[in-house]
């Protein structure tokens, strides 16, 4: 299990690896804060701030979003994830132990979602840098930005894995896909789209393909999107808590 550190390392490391990939994008439009109780009356997954996460499991239903990996990890920051009609919601937003409610959406990998061709054709000047483009996007081929850490880097990668025979340094890796406690991790990455993002980040500067932008960093791979790169936001959640 990767270790967990305090609550400002979690965040930084989840707003590294959003900033890499640029890639998580809601499957289904966002839900308002304030859910409006009266559309629906079939239930569906909704995320709970509370403190008695235990008795309103009890209450209603609760969702299993995420794998036996990540039991309790929700609770321990006073989360939980239920199945609610309308009516439900609205009784729990009056309940003084629930902080917020707001629904458990999917998310998905950006390239999942169809891209509008433009009608005008588009043409770009080849740039005749000599370093390479993932360095050239964050501006790292200024004077002055190539001086490396002393220290490896770590990098959470929260996405669809990060297959073990590549040209990084993967210092640990975890499915949170139901059903993939024991995924080998030698191929954890179906869909490709986890590994072409850490390798933007930590590929080895050894002459083959892409350089990463930090190639001596550690990454620590969390797959949350399926082979079908998505995810409810809940398990997201559950990995930013590791």
Request: proline share 4%; hydrophobic share 35%.
């Amino acid at each position: 299990m990767l270790s967990k550190n305090k609550t400002g390392a979690r965040i930084l490391a989840m707003g590294l690896s959003i900033l890499i990939m640029g890639s998580i994008l809601p499957a289904s439009p966002l839900v308002e804060a304030e859910v409006n109780c009266t559309v629906f009356e079939e239930k569906k997954d909704f995320i709970v701030s509370t403190s008695k996460t235990e008795s309103l499991e009890k209450r209603f239903d609760f969702t299993a979003t995420v794998s036996s990996n990540s039991d309790e990890l929700l609770e321990e920051n006073d989360l939980t994830t239920l199945e609610l009609t309308g009516s439900e919601v609205q009784s729990l937003n009056n309940d003084p132990s629930v902080e917020y409610i707001e629904e458990d959406i999917e998310v998905a990998a950006s390239y999942s979602c169809p891209m509008k061709q433009s009608k005008k054709s588009i043409y770009y000047k080849k740039n005749k840098s000599s370093t390479e483009w993932n360095l050239r996007m964050i501006c790292a081929d200024k004077k002055g930005s190539s001086k490396r850490p002393e220290k490896p880097v770590r990098i959470a990668i929260l996405d669809s894995g990060v297959d073990l025979n590549t040209d990084m340094n993967i210092a640990e890796t975890i499915s949170l896909v139901p059903g993939e406690e024991d995924m080998n991790p030698l191929f954890m990455d179906a869909s490709g789209h986890g590994t072409s993002v850490a390798g933007l980040a930590a590929a080895r500067d050894n002459g083959e393909g892409i350089t990463g932008v930090a190639p001596d960093a550690e990454i620590y791979s969390i797959r949350v999107l399926d082979d079908e790169n998505r995810s409810p936001v809940s398990r997201v959640i559950e990995g930013i808590s590791r």
